[in-house]
């Protein structure tokens, strides 16, 4: 037997705005409210193939780059335009020593958390 991933949790500032952030970049709906946390994920809810993000309010700074960080690869168009929706909902490109000639784009969410964009397109879910 295996294990799955069902759930990641990012600590934030601000769990109602990064909700909406990973809310328009997933194509997620919030599932769950609690005092402190946001739970968001597919809209068939905790379970299936994609996990689930909680988004738990801390007041700790960030401190330096993450040790692990979300890809993304668009589902229903090119690179390009997929990086464009992105800085449109507010990701902001990030510079972490690439060289230039990468395949993937390195962004953060409006709280800093560092996140790329992958080339390929994947089938959506």
Do not use: Y
């Amino acid at each position: 037997m295996a294990c799955r991933i069902s759930e990641l949790v990012l600590d934030c500032h601000d769990p109602e705005a990064l909700a909406r952030f990973w809310c328009e970049v997933l194509d997620f709906v919030v599932l769950d409210r609690e005092e402190d946390a946001i739970e968001i994920g597919p809209r068939e809810g905790f379970g299936g193939p994609q996990p689930t993000i909680i988004l738990s309010r801390t007041d700790e700074p960030k401190s330096g780059k993450l040790r692990l960080h979300i890809d993304v690869n668009a589902t229903d168009r090119d690179q390009d335009a997929e990086l464009e929706r992105l800085l449109a909902a507010g990701a902001e490109p990030v510079d972490i020593d690439q060289t230039g000639e990468e395949s993937w784009h390195v962004l953060a969410d409006p709280e800093g958390n560092e996140f790329c964009l992958l080339k390929a397109r994947l089938a959506p879910l």
